[in-house]
């Protein structure tokens, strides 16, 4: 028997796929072991672009030190690219999964892999922690400037903000790769007397004693939900956090409830993309196009439509509380970041994030096909680049010095580029990510095996009245 | 006499279910037999008890602890510096928000996974019973018996459609 059968027709043809249960796991496991000469490739190139990010980072380091904040302005827009997209993936799985939709059974191990980036995530951090400027100006108290700068620790407690922006970012990677774990502990049970090597050795860990008995599929089941509630409880502070500590915070006077939003939405955005477009490089050259049918990338289009107008929308609200509110520091901060400063910037951002995007998925045939939403996703990343660029480098280099503590920021500052170090970071840091999840992606199926052959028991290819169509059960 | 394990393999859920019957009938108590499945099964596919866990106690009392160091940590700091901010009180639940939401979560999410550890029964280095071919999709019946009815809950189990009695021994015993 085939390991899938595709199902559909007419204008849905190619929709639905029905793997054969009985032969997944062997299938998938040949698949995760198997190293194609494109992702050798792809893996080796991404290592050496990941080495060069490293040089970059001793560079710029041996250059810049870490007392200043400014000549990190790039790292930290690249550290903000790789957060944004791979702690907002993983969230993908669970809300899902809270919805109880069957499409969304192929995409799950696909965004909770995402979390191995975590560990990532965490190193690029503590750099960003060493030029993070204090909370007191170091001056004391002089006229004209504030005494302890405007942020979210409004009276600075303890171990702000450091020590709980980076226990923010740390228990956000363990929380992920915790939901990663309780989900992948059957897969990797499954395996752990025939794996061999170190993916054997990781396999007997942390899969030891599960049997699949009811008692430990309920606790799994109930585990899932609750990591999942928190995981959103966690990125979405964290997320606040990060955008309040590492932009906000060092605009002098720039006071907005929006921008978080707009960070977290972007994200969310950011995060989708990366996730269609694995989906479509595995299923058009992984072999995965017996268990990716067209019906994830089509559910998840509407979702990535509906989060593409959640983010014009918030700009539009961010923009115009400051166009009418007609301050000094309302207009810097417009002039800086949106029509003067970082004018180009915010224009690849808004085509990439906002219009390019929804002129694709507005078309029923396009977001009908698999290619539609993986390149309206590829284009929110591209929009999310420049959206981290025009934040975190202005942000990073808009108050040298003491201007830090200053009431507002009275002028506006020039545009900063990008020397070579910066490219170096950009560049190696993104690839430092890619080779992770590449690397991941041998250790861990790309598929959610329990969750697809669940999806198996549910959905079947039969007769309704006339016609041949998807019949769902639905247990709960 | 100490309980020994035995397994059953069915290609069928029914005949799963059918052998699940026959040991209730035959007097096993339900906690001495379990399916084993590589999938989770609806519940009560196989006519099985319901099985109840305590998990979600345990992300309670972790927020709990996390809450009460938080309010504590953040109240005690500003007793301790007095400092009038935007001439706010002293003690003021808004600056308190950020480190107790933080603390509340963190030690939440701590203790759900130590209560999934617990209640997944994780880990063990005790190897249990087990065959790779419900990997397959087979459905395993495990029954714990004492050892002089290994050959009569074998025979229920054959009887109800096991493919294969596989014992602790390793070899298939049918």
Known sequence: MAASEIHGHGQHAGMWVFPDATVISQDISAKTRSMPKPFTIALAVTGILFILGVVGFVARAADSGFDEIAPWGYYMA???????????????????????????????????????????????????????????????????????????WIEGPIGAPLAWDFLGVLFLALTSMAILWVSAMPDMAESRDTATGFRGWVYRRLSSNWY???????????????????????????????????????????????????????????????????????????????????????????????????????????????????????????????TDTYAIVFLVNLVFTFVAPFV?????????????????????????????IRIFVGSANAAPGAKLYDSFMEHV????????????????????????????????????????????????????????????AKPE | MANRP????????????????????????????????????????FGERHESHRLYIFPFVGALIGLTVGVMLTSMTQMAYPLVQGGKPILALPPMAVVTYESTMLTAIIF??????????????????????????????????????????????????????VRQSGGSAA
């Open chain 2, 112 to 165: 759900t996974i130590i209560g999934i550890i617990f209640e997944s029964r994780l880990p063990s280095f005790k190897k249990g019973l087990y065959d790779t071919r419900i990997t397959e999709g087979y459905i395993g019946v495990l029954v714990n018996v004492e050892e002089d009815q290994l050959n009569q809950t074998q025979t229920l189990l054959t009887q109800a459609g096991a493919i294969d009695v």
């Open chain 1, 360 to 388: 694709i998925l507005i078309w029923n045939p396009v977001r009908r096909s698999a290619w539609g939403p993986s390149l309206a996703g590829l284009l929110a990343l591209i929009g999310g680049l420049a959206f981290n």
């Open chain 2, 6 to 45: 035995i397994l059953g393999l069915f290609e069928k859920a029914d005949d799963a279910a059918d052998a699940g019957d026959a040991l209730k009938s035959a007097g096993v108590d339900q906690k001495d037999y379990d399916f084993l499945t590589d999938a989770p099964y609806p519940e009560g596919a």
């Open chain 1, 212 to 338: 699949g008995t009811k008692r430990q599929w309920n606790a799994q089941k109930a585990g899932l939900a609750l990591l999942g509630a928190f995981y959103f409880m966690i990125m979405i502070f964290v997320h606040f956090e990060i955008s309040s500590d590492y932009a906000q915070s060092l605009i002098p006077g720039w006071k907005d409830s929006i921008f978080p939003v707009i960070y977290s939405v972007t994200s969310i955005q950011m995060a989708l993309g990366a996730i269609l477009i694995t989906m479509f490089i595995m299923r058009r050259w992984g072999g995965y196009e017996g268990y990716y049918g067209k019906a994830p990338f089509w559910s998840a289009s509407k979702v990535l439509l509906g989060v593409t107008l959640l983010w014009i929308y918030h700009l539009f609200a961010f923009f115009i509380t400051f166009w009418y509110g007609r301050m000094e520091v309302e207009q810097n901060i417009i002039k800086y970041l949106i």
């Open chain 1, 78 to 152: 690249m550290f903000s690219m790789v957060f944004m997209v791979t702690s907002a993936a993983p969230l993908a799985a669970v809300a899902f999964r809270f919805t109880k939709s069957h499409w969304r059974r192929p995409l799950s191990r696909v965004s909770e892999l995402f979390s191995i980036i975590g560990i990532l995530n965490v190193a690029m951090f503590i750099p960003l922690m060493l030029v993070l400027p204090s909370l007191d100006n170091p001056a004391g108290v002089v006229e004209g400037q504030l005494e302890l700068r405007r942020t979210i």
């Open chain 1, 413 to 472: 500052p020039a545009p900063v580029y990008p020397d070579v170090w910066d490219v170096f970071m950009v560049i190696g840091g993104i690839s430092a990510a890619i080779f992770i999840y590449l690397a991941a992606s041998k250790l861990l199926p790309l598929l959610s095996l329990w969750e697809v052959k669940e999806g198996t028991m549910y959905q079947k290819w039969g007769k309704l009245f006339r016609g041949e169509y998807l019949i769902l």
